[in-house]
């Protein structure tokens, strides 16, 4: 049974660091693809980062604030935010899209076939 579970979200002030962490099992884990999404109220996912045995992929809005990154040997992907602003405050949520072959869009939620239940993250201004 494939198990993505998240963990790291908390409340920073504008300006601050937080890390994510996605932790997957039930999967022979290492040659997928995997993804960082958020969804704030109101709003609909949207694809953050993900990382493939490729190359990793950011939204315009994160560039160079946000870095995924991931350790095959511990089954983990990483979302390292910094200079969080309040607009991204969202719950977060990890994806993974297995056996990855083939082109996908990084950033489409369809794309992915699990998900973790998310980590929520407050930035306060």
């Known amino acids: 049974q494939v198990q993505l579970v998240e963990s790291g979200g908390g409340s920073v002030q504008a300006g601050g660091s937080l890390r994510l962490s996605c932790v997957a099992s039930?999967?022979?884990?290492?040659?997928?693809?995997m993804g960082w999404f958020r969804q704030a109220p109101g709003k609909e996912r949207e694809g953050v980062a993900a990382?493939?045995?490729?190359?990793?992929y950011y939204a315009d809005s994160v560039k160079g604030r946000f870095t995924i990154s991931q350790d095959n040997a511990k089954n983990t992907v990483y979302l390292q935010m910094n200079s969080l602003k309040p607009e991204d405050a969202a719950m977060y949520y990890c994806?993974?899209?297995?056996?990855?072959?083939?082109?996908?869009?990084?950033?489409?939620?369809?794309?992915?076939?699990?998900w973790g239940q998310g980590t929520q993250v407050t930035v306060s201004s």
């Open positions: 994806a993974a899209k297995l056996f990855c072959l083939g082109y996908y869009n990084p950033y489409d939620p369809a794309a992915y076939n699990y």
């Open positions: 039930g999967y022979t884990y290492g040659r997928d693809c």
């Open positions: 990382i493939n045995l490729l190359r990793t």
